[in-house]
Every structure is written in structure tokens, then in C-alpha cells.
């Protein structure tokens, strides 16, 4: 019965915000279409339809405000004017009761709030659609008293996620029957993507864990500070993390009275991102200025301080590979080559023409050098890249999709705060660096530093297996044995030789540049 009501609920809302004409606007059967024009009238649909729709889901709660938030980073799939619009949605709920916050603390933990922390504030410091927080005190196992951050899962979320995921996925349905344009959004694939997305930031651990990786990754860079995790008061439930002070990044006019340098600041904002994609693969994907402070104590004056690790985007070196050549290669207007890295990734079906893939890139590509390299967006020139790949049935990759949306908000934010941000000129050394390292003598170096352990246990065991393969020539397994050894064998020579020459090339070269000097 409550589904129903739901449901007529949600019916209400669309009819409200006209979101019906959106939907029956769209689909094939002309007697729909018809339909909707006919339903049109008596309602006042002056709104922009982005508008409309993002009051739509206010309206609606939380966690359709969330879906909002992750829908609008497919602008690979949406239109601008609703991505953009579904972008200002803000993630801010009234806070639950504290006693219920309790409740679930001593439940995580067995034990009497008294027991778990010194001091307990009863009235959270924030609250959003999943979780709310408030700040205590505990005594660490050396016996020191440590700010914290309490952060406390909502009461019945899988209960309340589960009926409305319910209802989005019967809505997703019916669009992608009815509806081609509908369909070309792919409502179905969407919906499941939020329900991963949802579970996994219903378990706090997992957020956690990811703090904890990026604290470790971002040690020595002393430009962003992340929480310390205290894995004695992690569960699934509660998680608890030291207590971080700064303003926040969107108090400019407090920042500049404060002393900060707000261009530096937005310089070390764009190599905290590059640095997490392009070193470690691994980045924080929900970089909005509500999870973003500055820090003005003095020891760690004018560093970030990050904030709420439910996402973060992964890479493999394949996934670094096609970032690092297709940004190097757009910006030498090389775009025959952007089009062989689509071939090449998998992504592009095998009977794609590459002359016309590459003209509609060039399409896509050639206006931005009319502008200054500053005034060029490269989360921007990603996209159209995914837009026009979508026209030669390429599926982009999630965590490329993840990437391009924060990649986004990094630029935005940036030049917020210093209008005449270059990001290239920032991006650059990260790329050049990267691609050095793929194919210079120190990949070579590692990779056979990598497979020395194998090559170790196996060479020993030539001279013995040679024997038992002159012994025995009519046995076929020792033979391939004895030949896939003396492959093995001949590809270590090879790459020993390679670095030789690699090692010539340069002894050689430095060689020739200090007689070049000399001679000078």
C-alpha cells in the first residue's frame, strides 16, 4: 500500500512540473504525442524544462536528488541545458533525530555511547540524504584525547532506497519501450548504475577505505590534508575520522582576508587532481565545493582539506594510456591519430571508417583553438569526444564518464577562483611526464625487474631440461616445454640488449652534448 501511495505521489509531482510533456513529447506513437499536447493544456509550462525537472526531484526527496546528482554527470548522454540545470542540485536534508543516532552507534558497537566516546555533541554539524554528522572526542589506545568526526548512516535507507529504485526502474522501463529518444539515454543501463552506486555508499566502510588509500597516495605533496581514519570505530553503519578545521573553498571574500594566495590555490587544486589520475589512478570523484576546505591553521595554511570519500574513480594504465594521447594529441590538432586511439581502445566497432571518425572529431575539436589555451576546457573537449563517439557506437567507459565530470567540476571551480587558470599549461607536465615514462628505459627497468623472480626460478633449469629433451626427443610435452623455455630465454636476451642500447644511446648522448658545450 505505501508503494501505491508512492507512487501516486510521484504521479502528482510529474503532472505538477509537466514532466509528462517531457516524456510523451519524445515518443514515436504520434496518438502520445497528441496525447500530451492535449494534456498541456490548463498548466503553466513556461519554465525551462531543465528547471521544471530539477524542482521535480527537490520535491521528490532525497534520493531522487541524489539519482539528479548522478544523472547529471552522464553529459555524454543528456542535453546541456537539463545537465547543467540538474547540476545545482544540492544534497541537504533535515538532520534525523540525535537519539536515533545514538541508538545506531551503540548498536554498531555493542556498548553505551559513555563507553564509546569522551564527549558526544548531541546536534550534528551536517546532514545530507545518506548519512549526518557530529563531532566528539575519544581516547586512542595510547590514552590521548582526539578530536573526531562522527558520521552516522540514516535510519531504514535500504528500506526507503529499495522502494524508490523500485519505482525508477518500472518508470526506466516504460521509457525505454515507448520512447527513441527515450531510449537513447539508456534510462535502464542508468538506474542500474545508480543502484551500485547507492549500495555502495550505504556501506561507510567502503568510504573509509577509500579516505584511507588517498590519505596514503596524497602523503609528501603538502597541498591537500584527508581525515585520519580510526578503524576501531569503523562500521558499516558509523564510521569516525579526525576532525578537520578550515573555511569553506566557496568563502572567497574570508580566504583573501585570511592571507590566502587564491591563484595558488586554484593551481594546487588542478595538480591534486592530475596528480590522483595521471600518478595514481585513483581520484577523488565528488569534488564540489561542499566537500572542499582551506585549511588556515599555521602549520598547513592554504592547503585543501578534502571531505566525504563515497566516490572515487579508478583507471588502469590502459585507461591512462587513452587520457595522456588523446589530450596530447588534440591539442597538436593531431585528430586522425584521436581516431586511431578509439580503434585501437576496442571501443569503435572494426568497420569504422577512420577518415570519417576523424572528420567528426576535427568537427568537434577545431573551434576551441580559435580561443586562448586558458579559455579551453578540457573536461569540455572530453565530452564532445564522448558525444561524437556515441554517433559511431562507441560505449565509453563509467570511469571515464566519472572522470570527465570531475574533471568538470576541477575546471570550474579553478576559474572561480582565478578567471585566467591554464589548465594545459598545469596538465601538461603530468601528461609529458606519464608518456616518458611509458615508453623510456624506466618501464623497461621495471618490467624486467618485475619478471627477474620468474626468469630466476626458470634459467636454472635449462641445462636440465635440455638433457632430458636430447634424452627423450619423442616426448611432445618435454619438448614444448623445453621450447617455451628457450623462448622465454631468448625474449630476456632481447630485453637485456634493449636496455644496452638504451643504456649506449644515452652514455652516448651525454657524451655528445658535453663536447657540443665544450665546443661552444
Same mark, same amino acid.
Given at each position: 500500500m505505501s508503494r501505491f501511495f508512492r507512487g501516486f505521489f510521484i504521479a502528482w509531482i510529474v503532472w505538477k512540473y509537466g514532466l509528462d510533456d517531457l516524456v510523451l513529447s519524445s515518443f514515436k506513437q504520434p496518438?502520445? $504525442? /497528441?496525447?500530451?499536447?492535449?494534456?498541456?493544456?490548463?498548466?503553466?509550462?513556461?519554465?525551462? $524544462? /531543465?528547471?521544471?525537472?530539477?524542482?521535480?526531484?527537490?520535491?521528490?526527496?532525497?534520493?531522487?536528488?541524489?539519482?539528479?546528482? @548522478? %544523472?547529471s554527470t552522464r553529459r555524454d548522454l543528456l542535453p546541456m541545458d537539463i545537465a547543467t540545470e540538474l547540476a545545482k542540485l544540492q544534497d541537504r536534508v533535515p538532520p534525523f533525530p540525535s537519539e536515533i543516532a545514538v541508538a545506531t552507534i551503540e548498536r554498531a558497537f555493542g556498548r553505551p555511547l559513555a563507553q564509546i566516546f569522551k564527549h558526544f555533541e548531541q546536534v550534528p554539524v551536517a546532514s545530507a540524504s545518506i548519512a549526518q554528522v557530529h563531532f566528539a572526542q575519544i581516547e586512542d589506545r595510547?590514552?590521548?584525547?582526539?578530536?573526531?568526526?562522527? !558520521?552516522?548512516?540514516?535510519?531504514?535507507?535500504?528500506?526507503?532506497?529499495?522502494?524508490?529504485? =523500485?519505482?525508477?526502474?518500472?518508470?526506466?522501463?516504460?521509457?525505454?519501450?515507448?520512447?527513441?529518444?527515450?531510449?537513447?539515454?539508456?534510462?535502464? &543501463? @542508468?538506474?542500474?548504475?545508480?543502484? !551500485?552506486?547507492?549500495?555502495?555508499?550505504?556501506?561507510?566502510?567502503? &568510504?573509509a577505505a577509500n579516505a584511507a588509500q588517498l590519505r596514503r597516495n596524497m602523503h609528501g605533496l603538502n597541498l591537500v590534508l584527508i581525515p585520519e581514519m580510526y578503524w576501531d570505530y569503523c562500521h558499516q553503519d558509523v564510521i569516525v575520522m579526525q576532525r578537520m578545521d578550515g573555511v569553506p573553498i566557496s568563502h572567497l571574500s574570508r580566504l583573501v582576508e585570511a592571507g590566502v594566495d587564491i591563484k595558488q590555490l586554484a593551481r594546487d587544486g588542478v595538480t591534486i587532481f592530475f596528480t590522483q589520475v595521471f600518478r595514481d589512478g585513483f581520484f577523488h570523484a565528488d569534488m564540489h565545493p561542499g566537500n572542499i576546505q582551506v585549511? %588556515?591553521?599555521?602549520?598547513?595554511?592554504?592547503?585543501?582539506?578534502?571531505?566525504?570519500? /563515497?566516490? @572515487? /574513480?579508478?583507471l588502469t594504465e590502459f585507461d591512462k594510456e587513452y587520457l595522456a594521447q588523446n589530450f596530447t594529441a588534440f591539442f597538436r590538432r593531431d585528430y586522425k591519430r584521436v581516431a586511431q586511439l578509439h580503434l585501437e581502445s576496442g571501443w569503435v566497432p572494426a568497420q569504422t571508417r577512420i577518415d570519417e571518425l576523424?572528420?567528426?572529431?576535427?568537427?568537434?575539436?577545431?573551434?576551441?583553438?580559435?580561443?586562448? #589555451?586558458?579559455?579551453?576546457?578540457?573536461?569540455?573537449?572530453?565530452? $564532445? #569526444?564522448?558525444?561524437?563517439?556515441?554517433?559511431?557506437?562507441?560505449?565509453?567507459?563509467?570511469?571515464?564518464?566519472?572522470?570527465?565530470?570531475?574533471?568538470?567540476?576541477?575546471?570550474?571551480?579553478?576559474?572561480?577562483?582565478?578567471?585566467?587558470?591554464d589548465l594545459w599549461s598545469t596538465a601538461k607536465p603530468f601528461l609529458?611526464?606519464?608518456? +616518458?615514462?611509458?615508453?623510456?628505459?624506466?618501464?623497461?627497468?621495471?618490467? *624486467?625487474?618485475?619478471?627477474?623472480?620468474?626468469? =630466476?626460478?626458470?634459467?636454472?633449469?635449462?641445462? $636440465?631440461?635440455?638433457? &632430458?629433451? +636430447?634424452?627423450?626427443?619423442?616426448?611432445?610435452?618435454?619438448?614444448?616445454?623445453? +621450447?617455451? #623455455? *628457450?623462448?622465454?630465454?631468448?625474449?630476456?636476451?632481447?630485453?637485456?640488449?634493449?636496455?644496452?642500447?638504451?643504456?649506449?644511446?644515452?652514455?652516448?648522448?651525454?657524451?655528445?652534448?658535453?663536447w657540443l658545450f665544450q665546443v661552444a
Open positions: 496518438w502520445l $504525442r /497528441g496525447f500530451g499536447r492535449l494534456l498541456r493544456l490548463g498548466r503553466d509550462l513556461s519554465s525551462p $524544462r /531543465g528547471v521544471r525537472l530539477r524542482t521535480a526531484l527537490e520535491s521528490l526527496g532525497p534520493i531522487f536528488v541524489k539519482f539528479g546528482q @548522478v %544523472l595510547q590514552g590521548e584525547i582526539k578530536e573526531v568526526a562522527v !558520521k552516522v548512516i540514516r535510519p531504514m535507507m535500504k528500506k526507503v532506497i529499495e522502494k524508490d529504485l =523500485a519505482l525508477m526502474r518500472m518508470m526506466a522501463t516504460w521509457l525505454d519501450r515507448f520512447s527513441a529518444d527515450g531510449r537513447r539515454l539508456k534510462p535502464i &543501463e @542508468v538506474v542500474a548504475e545508480f543502484d !551500485k552506486y547507492l549500495h555502495d555508499e550505504l556501506d561507510l566502510v567502503r &568510504e585549511s %588556515l591553521d599555521a602549520l598547513t595554511f592554504g592547503q585543501y582539506v578534502s571531505l566525504d570519500f /563515497g566516490i @572515487v /574513480g579508478t576523424e572528420s567528426a572529431i576535427r568537427t568537434v575539436c577545431e573551434p576551441y583553438f580559435d580561443r586562448p #589555451l586558458k579559455e579551453i576546457s578540457l573536461g569540455m573537449v572530453l565530452m $564532445r #569526444l564522448f558525444q561524437t563517439s556515441r554517433r559511431f557506437d562507441v560505449q565509453i567507459q563509467p570511469q571515464l564518464v566519472l572522470l570527465q565530470k570531475t574533471l568538470l567540476n576541477i575546471e570550474g571551480l579553478g576559474r572561480e577562483l582565478d578567471p585566467d587558470l609529458e611526464k606519464w608518456m +616518458l615514462e611509458q615508453i623510456g628505459p624506466q618501464k623497461l627497468l621495471e618490467q *624486467l625487474k618485475a619478471e627477474a623472480p620468474r626468469y =630466476a626460478k626458470l634459467i636454472p633449469e635449462l641445462p $636440465r631440461l635440455m638433457h &632430458e629433451f +636430447l634424452k627423450n626427443k619423442s616426448e611432445p610435452a618435454l619438448n614444448e616445454e623445453v +621450447l617455451k #623455455l *628457450l623462448k622465454e630465454t631468448r625474449q630476456t636476451q632481447s630485453t637485456l640488449m634493449r636496455i644496452l642500447w638504451v643504456a649506449m644511446g644515452f652514455v652516448f648522448g651525454m657524451l655528445a652534448m658535453q
